[in-house]
């Protein structure tokens, strides 16, 4: 792959073959900074202008599924919610499933959707993925909001493991940015991608302790289940939010490292293949 580096003169742009490792070349992301807030601020205002309900639904969607799995978990199925009231477990789930979830759809997505621009116009392609984290953070924002509300509700006091949130929220993000960059490289010469990941993720769901907990897992199996690297992220994500079981630290330095690696992993991926987008698309 080639960049672009201004010379002296402005108007003179020399093309150079770039180094092995430029996968994150974050000076040349700051460059097209502007690029970035302009498509984060029209991915966000696309998303809610034609709804009747706006960002409600940022809401609503975590609510609504809070509810039926404190529903069928927690009143048919009569598991355990790790000693805190069941629908503020689910929602506490559903708030960093929900993030995972839009983050890897909407990254994975971003060069297919905007092939237009990819075809046409040339910058840092991986500005296109980074832009849509903008939207997933304000919906993770207004969320927390309402989980904090249903914690003064329920009468769950903060402990001091709460200032931790934003680090399972970025561990979070890296995983699922990770897991969407292969996504997007490889969804442009295969556009079946795009229909895979919705199966692939509702079948996450279930294999994931987002409506219950990681103790209600036979002690026989917790071993393979811990392998999904959401079983650490979720427990702790819960932990510090309403005070339940904390995750076990081999679960959490798994969790973190297979976070960093697939991030790291979808960069390089991402940028192998930047060179082909324009052409394939």
Same mark, same amino acid.
């Given at each position: 792959?080639? =960049?672009?580096?201004?010379?002296?003169?402005?108007?003179?742009?020399?093309?150079?073959?770039?180094?092995?490792?430029?996968?994150?070349?974050?000076?040349?992301?700051?460059?097209?900074?502007?690029?970035?807030? %302009?498509?984060?601020?029209?991915?966000?205002?696309?998303?809610? *202008?034609?709804?009747?309900?706006?960002?409600? !639904?940022?809401?609503?969607?975590?609510?609504? +599924?809070?509810?039926?799995? +404190?529903?069928?978990? /927690?009143?048919?199925?009569?598991?355990?919610?790790?000693?805190?009231?069941?629908? &503020?477990? %689910?929602? +506490?789930?559903?708030?960093? !499933? =929900?993030?995972?979830?839009?983050?890897? =759809?909407?990254?994975?997505?971003?060069?297919?959707?905007?092939?237009? $621009?990819?075809?046409?116009?040339?910058?840092?392609?991986?500005?296109?993925?980074?832009?849509?984290?903008?939207?997933?953070?304000?919906?993770?924002?207004?969320?927390?909001?309402?989980?904090?509300?249903?914690? #003064?509700?329920?009468?769950?006091?903060?402990?001091?493991?709460?200032?931790?949130?934003?680090?399972?929220?970025? @561990?979070?993000?890296? @995983?699922? $940015? /990770?897991?969407?960059?292969?996504?997007?490289?490889?969804?442009?010469?295969?556009?079946?991608?795009?229909?895979?990941?919705? #199966?692939?993720?509702?079948?996450?769901?279930?294999?994931?302790?987002?409506?219950?907990?990681?103790?209600?897992?036979?002690?026989?199996?917790?071993?393979?289940?811990? $392998?999904?690297?959401?079983?650490? @992220?979720?427990? /702790?994500?819960?932990?510090?939010?309403?005070?339940?079981?904390?995750?076990?630290?081999?679960?959490?330095?798994?969790? &973190?490292?297979?976070?960093?690696?697939?991030?790291?992993?979808?960069?390089?991926?991402?940028?192998?293949?930047?060179? *082909?987008? +324009?052409?394939?698309?």
């Amino acid at each position: 792959m080639t =960049t672009i580096r201004p010379e002296a003169n402005d108007s003179v742009l020399i093309l150079r073959p770039a180094q092995k490792w430029r996968a994150l070349n974050l000076r040349e992301i700051w460059r097209f900074r502007d690029l970035v807030m %302009a498509l984060a601020s029209r991915d966000v205002k696309l998303r809610y *202008r034609q709804t009747a309900l706006g960002v409600a !639904w940022v809401v609503l969607q975590p609510l609504i +599924a809070a509810a039926i799995f +404190a529903f069928v978990f /927690g009143h048919v199925a009569k598991l355990k919610s790790a000693g805190a009231p069941y629908f &503020a477990f %689910a929602f +506490a789930g559903m708030l960093a !499933w =929900t993030a995972f979830n839009n983050t890897l =759809t909407k990254v994975s997505g971003s060069l297919v959707q905007n092939s237009h $621009l990819v075809s046409k116009i040339f910058f840092p392609r991986l500005v296109l993925p980074i832009s849509m984290l903008l939207s997933s953070v304000i919906d993770f924002a207004v969320s927390l909001v309402v989980m904090v509300i249903l914690m #003064v509700i329920y009468g769950i006091a903060p402990h001091l493991q709460i200032l931790l949130t934003p680090v399972w929220f970025l @561990l979070i993000l890296l @995983l699922s $940015l /990770g897991v969407g960059l292969i996504a997007s490289a490889l969804m442009v010469p295969y556009r079946d991608v795009q229909y895979i990941i919705p #199966v692939a993720t509702q079948f996450l769901l279930y294999a994931s302790p987002v409506a219950y907990a990681l103790a209600s897992v036979p002690a026989r199996w917790q071993s393979l289940y811990g $392998l999904n690297p959401l079983v650490g @992220l979720l427990e /702790g994500f819960r932990w510090s939010l309403l005070g339940t079981a904390a995750p076990a630290w081999r679960e959490v330095l798994y969790a &973190a490292a297979f976070s960093l690696v697939m991030f790291v992993l979808g960069a390089y991926y991402f940028k192998h293949m930047e060179r *082909r987008f +324009a052409d394939v698309i």
